[in-house]
């Protein structure tokens, strides 16, 4: 008996190291194919990569796409959290019949492919256009649309997981604005689940390339795209990074959640 | 201290086509503690929660002091708070949770910290100041609670079923700590539960609630002693139901004549008898039998089954149950105290 179960966990470890040998190889092959292709010729690419002003003159179209992104991110995420937060609280706490409808909305982004969603967007983009002028930035507007399934849910299991209900009235009773009882309650007690939905948005918004090439827009995919026809090294080069870039964010992602965990635990 | 009387009257709450509240008036007198006690579903979350400001009446006054504060928001109504659920912040201390309502308060850190010190001390748990909620027990949280609620002096401290989440032992114990508390800060204190012994316990007055209106109020004496109706009698404490005739200002039961509360029709009537109003005495001529046999410590239940069936549960004293094993034929007494006698 006690043998037969001994011999099952072993085959058990066994194809577990299988299974995750076999993923480390298929993700990181390519990861090193890319990074030996850059270095092939020596590391003037990476060198270049990493002096901004000598990157900005050679490769101007990478420049702008790699600022744009930069700020595509920031304010993507400033915009999902700053809607997302308070709709989703005071849904939960006012109007509670709502849920379902909000939760589907919030999901229908992702049931719509990127070229249906440029459809619809692109009139939408004429009046931006008109208002706030053409800049690359501005598809933070669509980019905040995007992450709105991955935000929510997000947000979503954060909030599960506490009574916002009694909590916020509890503050209330104490004392409390509303807008303490958010800062000062709610925040904190959903950090992790806030942090996590800054990192998806960060990883949709620096890999996204469909919306804002097809609107004609700049970006760091798009700019890889292009240079991808002049300069491959470079190309590959900042392909890389961006990966490498969302790896380590995912992984802190991950890393928030179990610290938090250990912390409901023993602290 | 600022403890204050609190007046409702008339107040409604709809939900859907449900009354929660049908016309409540309920009076607390400055420093009084009342029980609101009824069955589940009876509308006394919803008074609280309106007196607290977390839900709004569809009318009707709310009146802290002399002033009507039915337009002011909860966070400015300053009435401590304690919740049937656990409400603590999990992430702050133990003494960061009682801090949070003197920090809204702009007290300096230092007055703050030793204010709620003394309120944790207060509700004897100042020695794990230091824990969050996750490492306290249910009982140890409310004790927190309960000092979160003090510590910014309340004019009013609210209480809905407090005490519900907690085992039988920590629930009396804890039940008896918030009163001696109470006592001592003199907190006007609204007090919710479905449990009539622990309304009868700790409370000042009692009020009985029923379909969203105040059915009675009173001593918790006046509660037990002379329920006002039938849905009080049966509410509160056991009663027995005899079949009796109400002939004026009596009513008949097993040949006994017992004075009526309130008056009643003439006719056949169900007469709520209490057990400690029955007595019974080992007769081998009596007509009734020991069916069964319960010992409560220092008292005793035993119920009698008579000729027609009917069943009466008499309460007496454990040193004479050597005399009535089960089988024992025995003569039914009934005190003659007043009783309630609801129609049919
Ligand atoms: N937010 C609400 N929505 C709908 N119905 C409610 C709500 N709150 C209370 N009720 C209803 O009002 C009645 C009284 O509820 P409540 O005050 O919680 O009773 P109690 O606290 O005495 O058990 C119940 O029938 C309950 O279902
Ligand atoms: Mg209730």
Redesign the pocket.
Same mark, same amino acid.
């Given at each position: 008996m006690a043998g037969l179960r001994q011999r099952r966990v072993r085959r058990q470890r066994a194809l577990r190291w299988i299974v995750v040998t076999l993923f480390a190889v298929l993700t990181l092959l390519p990861l090193v194919a890319m990074f030996e292709f850059t270095t092939r010729d020596g590391w003037d690419t990476w060198r270049v990569f990493f002096d901004w002003k000598a990157l900005g003159e050679t490769y101007p179209i990478l420049w702008t796409g790699m600022k744009a992104s930069f700020w595509l991110v920031l304010l993507s995420v400033a915009l999902t959290l700053v809607l997302l937060v308070p709709t989703v609280v005071w849904v939960r706490l006012r109007l509670p019949r709502l849920r379902r409808v909000v939760e589907f909305v919030s999901l229908l982004p992702l049931t719509i492919p990127a070229i249906v969603l440029v459809v619809g967007l692109a009139p939408v983009y004429a009046w931006v256009v008109y208002f706030v002028g053409g800049s690359s930035v501005t598809l933070f507007l669509a980019y905040t649309v995007l992450a709105l399934p991955f935000a929510y849910r997000s947000i979503d299991a954060g909030l599960s997981a506490i009574d916002v209900r009694t909590l916020s009235e509890a503050a209330r009773s104490l004392g409390s604005s509303w807008a303490t009882v958010m800062w000062r309650v709610v925040l904190p007690n959903i950090r992790s689940a806030v942090l996590s939905a800054a990192f998806l948005t960060v990883a949709l918004v620096l890999g996204e390339f469909t919306i804002a090439s097809l609107l004609n827009r700049a970006n760091i995919q798009v700019a890889i795209n292009q240079l991808g026809k002049s300069s491959a090294t470079m190309s590959v080069a900042v392909s890389l990074a961006a990966l490498v870039l969302a790896f380590v964010l995912l992984f802190l992602l991950s890393f928030a959640g179990r610290r938090r965990n250990r912390e409901r635990k023993t602290s | 201290m600022t403890s204050s009387g609190v007046r409702l009257s008339a107040l409604r709450?709809k939900?859907?086509n449900? !009354?929660?509240?049908d016309g409540l008036d309920l009076d607390l007198a400055p420093g009084e503690l009342v029980a609101l006690l009824?069955?589940?579903?009876?509308?006394?979350?919803?008074?609280?929660?309106i007196l607290a400001g977390l839900?709004d009446a569809d009318s009707g006054r709310i009146i802290v002091g002399d002033r009507d504060i039915a337009n002011v928001p909860a966070n400015k109504r300053g009435m401590g708070m304690v919740f049937q659920a656990y409400s603590l912040f999990p992430h702050l201390t133990a003494i960061e949770n009682v801090e949070f309502g003197l920090r809204l308060r702009k007290q300096s850190s230092t007055v703050r910290r030793r204010r709620a010190q003394e309120m944790l001390d207060l509700v004897g748990i100042g020695a794990h100041a230091a824990r969050f909620p996750q490492q306290l027990s249910g009982g140890q949280q409310q004790r927190v609670a309960l000092a979160r609620a003090l510590a910014f002096e309340p004019s009013v401290l609210l209480l809905?079923?407090p005490l519900s989440a907690l085992d039988a032992k920590v629930r009396v114990q804890l039940r008896e700590e918030i009163r001696r508390i109470q006592l001592e800060v003199g907190t006007t204190t609204l007090f919710?539960t !479905?449990d009539q012994e622990e309304a009868l316990a700790i409370a000042d007055r009692v009020g009985v609630?029923r379909a969203?209106q105040l059915e009675q109020i009173g001593s918790p004496e006046d509660i037990y002693r002379t329920p006002a109706t039938p849905f009080v009698a049966e509410f509160v404490g056991l009663s027995n139901r005899l079949a009796g005739r109400v002939t004026g200002d009596v009513v008949e039961v097993l040949d006994t004549k017992l004075p009526l509360v309130g008056s009643v029709q003439d006719g056949p009537a169900t007469a709520l008898v209490r057990p400690e109003s029955v007595d019974v005495t080992a007769d081998p001529a009596g007509a009734g039998r020991v069916v069964a046999v319960s010992f409560l410590g220092p008292l005793a239940r035993v119920t009698v089954a008579l000729p027609d069936d009917t069943l009466v549960v008499a309460q007496l004293e454990s040193a004479r149950l050597p005399e009535l094993p089960t089988g024992t034929a025995v003569r039914v007494v009934l005190r003659p105290v007043p009783v309630v006698v609801s129609a049919g």
């Open positions: - | 709450r939900f859907g449900v !009354h929660a509240l009824g069955p589940s579903g009876c509308g006394k979350t919803t008074a609280l929660r839900e809905d079923e919710v !479905h609630m969203g």
